[in-house]
């Protein structure tokens, strides 16, 4: 069965502090892998689009990385900012076309 | 360049009501995509149109939703009658290939509907 999980379900860090947010797929066959960036009541922005090929990507404070072997990725942010505080989606296409989203991580950043 | 535009941003309406939902994708996207979002999880694909064509229509519940995307263009999702359920946020992406490896979806802000 083609699925996404993500870890942790809610991530509460202080303002500065960096975090790394799991995401681990079962998807098959595998062309890329995307990261989104949800505001709340906002729709979803795309972060980073990982191919087969890719093991990190950088979006400034955002690093993905990609292990295409074990099937995960991981994004990390680096010096957090309040304006980060958002969930974050891994999501992975089924072919080129049909997106299988994972449930997110809710980050929230504290001052 | 204008992103994914949908209206309303929030609608609420009793059960056994009518309620429609409008998206203009972005300009020059020929694939057009309508989700819904239930609280806590991730997006689920309702409908996806290359054009003006369902190509994609198989998470769509037929008995009480549908769709059109006439010209190609704009696309308005509606479910009749609604039930309590169907509380949720509605999004609205859009794409185009374009020579890529990969297709890209923008997305707009969503209506979030609540239904009493």
């Known amino acids: 069965k083609n699925q996404v999980e993500q870890s942790p379900q809610s991530l509460i860090i202080l303002e500065g502090k960096n975090c790394t947010l799991q995401c681990n797929y079962t998807v098959s066959p595998f062309s890329n892998l995307r990261w989104y960036k949800q505001d709340t009541g906002r729709g979803p922005v795309s972060l980073t689009i990982?191919?087969?090929?890719?093991n990190t990507k950088s979006n400034g404070r955002y690093t993905a990385t990609l292990d295409a072997d074990t099937k995960q990725s991981s994004l990390h942010i680096t010096a957090s900012q309040l304006s980060d505080s958002a969930s974050y989606i891994c999501?992975?296409?089924?072919?080129?076309?049909?997106?299988?989203f994972g449930t997110g991580t809710r980050l929230t950043i504290i001052p | 360049e204008a992103g994914v535009v949908q209206s309303p941003r929030y609608k609420i309406i009793e059960k056994k009501q009518p309620v429609a939902f409008w998206c203009n994708p972005i300009?020059?996207?020929?694939?057009l995509y309508w989700y819904r979002q239930n609280l806590g999880q991730g997006p689920e694909l309702l409908i996806r149109?290359?054009?003006?064509?369902?190509?994609?229509d198989s998470q769509l519940p037929k008995d009480r939703f549908s769709a059109e995307r006439l010209k190609g263009v704009d696309s308005t999702l509606k479910i009749q009658p609604a039930e309590l359920g169907d509380s949720a946020v509605y999004l609205c992406?859009?794409?185009?290939?374009?020579?890529?490896?990969?297709?890209?979806?923008?997305f707009g802000p969503g209506t979030r509907l609540t239904v009493l």
């Open positions: 999501v992975v296409p089924i072919g080129n076309e049909k997106l299988t």
């Open positions: 300009s020059g996207h020929n694939t």
């Open positions: 149109y290359e054009n003006e064509e369902a190509v994609d």
């Open positions: 992406a859009s794409s185009h290939l374009a020579g890529r490896s990969y297709n890209e979806q923008f």
């Open positions: 990982m191919t087969f090929s890719e």
